[in-house]
């Protein structure tokens, strides 16, 4: 192919409106075939067009176990664990699931990490942040980090998470930031202390600790702010806390404790936002086996409003995520071990955002992408 056409024989706008139809998991194929379609599918010009055309969509990474699903070694109180697990795409508009390069090394994909989504190079270059966990074949805490590039299709190395070996930490991303914060030490002693990873730099910057310990919070980022919601101190062991603290990156401050945005108790697991630029202030979680809504501004109380009842089948949930546009995902069966499947909400044409005219959409996940999901996040690419 020569280097001074996108497509030979056609007209410059043609080419690349073919080359912007290219799908997600065909990027790194484009990449590498040519000097110009390298050059193209680089430039910060073709991404903004992308999204433009509708082209760029949410996608859901996912944490997930290969089957078949197995339960041994010393977590096995966690339903559906196996040992063994693998990242995945999945459009939850489109319907397709896609497998993603394995992380280098034989050691396999951590158990219990934690997923980004960052955008580099200005905010026009996605890549997915994989941060912590346990390692598979020790079971011993991990502070690695592996970032992949949807570009290239690889992935790199990225400067070990300082701090003690943490787990089950808040993590959520904006921009090019990964925000960590809590989680447990390798003695079982609940954290308050964060700390930042910088995508660009591969660097680690330290945050000013929180006003609680918080061990298996939830880290969401939402209204402008990564907010750390629930988890316990060290002597309550598995009794959550109902409280909340935002970080705000520009402030670089925590602001003041929020109480009663969860019941106390409650486990924070399915809390979720959708992903920066779309994230708005709008918090979802499951409760009582509804989809549940919180405006994140609202510090009074815990103003929770159902938006609709998870489906019948569907009420074992293992994954939920927000993609935007008042759309969540809910990834799950009627009841644990059951057969996995993929719930998309979204609100029908003429109906409001508040529940009035709003469905789940059901599919059935292939045999070979049915694992048990442990981590998810929203990536748009």
Not at 51 to 61: E, Y
């Given at each position: 192919m020569s280097d001074d056409e996108l497509i030979p024989g056609l007209p410059e706008e043609v080419a690349r409106e073919c080359l912007l139809r290219v799908g997600f998991d065909q990027l790194p194929a484009a990449r590498s075939t040519s000097r110009r379609w390298k050059a193209e599918v680089e430039s910060p010009f073709y991404h903004r067009l992308r999204?433009?055309?509708?082209?760029?969509?949410?996608?859901?990474?996912?944490?997930q176990a290969e089957p078949p699903l197995a339960a041994a070694g010393p977590a096995n109180k966690y339903a559906g664990l196996s040992t063994s697990y693998r990242l995945v795409l999945h459009d939850p508009v489109a319907g397709g699931w896609a497998a993603l390069p394995p992380l280098p090394g034989a050691g396999g994909l951590p158990l219990f990490c934690q997923l980004a989504a960052v955008?580099?190079?200005?905010?026009e270059r996605r890549r997915l942040v994989v941060v912590g966990g346990w390692d598979p074949e020790t079971w011993a805490p991990t502070d690695a980090v592996h970032v992949y590039d949807f570009l290239s299709g690889s992935w790199r190395r990225g400067a070990a998470m300082p701090g003690p070996r943490r787990s089950f930490f808040a993590c959520a991303a904006v921009g090019r930031w990964v925000f960590v914060a809590?989680?447990?030490?390798?003695?079982?002693?609940?954290?308050?202390?964060?700390?930042?990873?910088?995508?660009?730099?591969?660097?680690?910057?330290?945050?000013?600790?929180?006003?609680?310990?918080?061990?298996?919070?939830?880290?969401?980022?939402?209204?402008?702010?990564?907010?750390?919601?629930?988890?316990?101190?060290?002597?309550?062991?598995?009794?959550?806390?109902?409280?909340?603290?935002?970080?705000?990156p520009a402030a670089w401050a925590w602001g003041p404790v929020q109480e009663?945005?969860?019941?106390?108790?409650?486990?924070?697991?399915?809390?979720?936002?959708?992903?920066?630029?779309?994230?708005?202030?709008?918090?979802?979680?499951?409760?009582?086996?509804?989809?549940?809504?919180?405006?994140?501004?609202?510090?009074?109380?815990?103003?929770?409003?159902?938006?609709?009842?998870?489906?019948?089948?569907?009420?074992?949930?293992?994954?939920?995520?927000?993609?935007?546009?008042?759309?969540?995902?809910?990834?799950?069966?009627?009841?644990?071990?059951?057969?996995?499947?993929?719930?998309?909400?979204?609100?029908?044409?003429?109906?409001?955002?508040?529940?009035?005219?709003?469905?789940?959409?059901?599919?059935?996940?292939?045999?070979?992408?049915?694992g048990y999901v442990q981590a998810a996040c929203c990536v748009e690419v």
């Open positions: 999204r433009a055309r509708g082209m760029a969509r949410p996608l859901l990474a996912l944490a955008a580099a190079c200005g905010g809590g989680g447990h030490d390798e003695e079982k002693n609940a954290l308050r202390s964060a700390v930042a990873y910088d995508a660009e730099a591969d660097a680690w910057v330290p945050l000013p600790d929180m006003a609680a310990e918080r061990d298996e919070a939830r880290g969401v980022y939402v209204g402008g702010r990564f907010v750390a919601v629930g988890g316990y101190p060290t002597e309550a062991q598995g009794r959550f806390a109902g409280s909340a603290e935002a970080f705000d009663r945005v969860l019941d106390e108790g409650t486990c924070p697991r399915t809390c979720c936002a959708a992903p920066a630029p779309a994230a708005g202030a709008t918090m979802y979680m499951l409760r009582d086996g509804h989809l549940a809504a919180r405006d994140a501004t609202n510090n009074g109380g815990a103003a929770w409003r159902a938006v609709a009842s998870l489906p019948e089948d569907g009420r074992a949930v293992t994954a939920l995520a927000a993609i935007g546009d008042s759309r969540v995902v809910a990834i799950g069966a009627g009841s644990h071990g059951g057969e996995q499947a993929v719930y998309l909400l979204t609100t029908e044409e003429g109906g409001d955002k508040n529940g009035a005219a709003q469905s789940w959409a059901r599919a059935a996940a292939p045999p070979e992408f049915a």
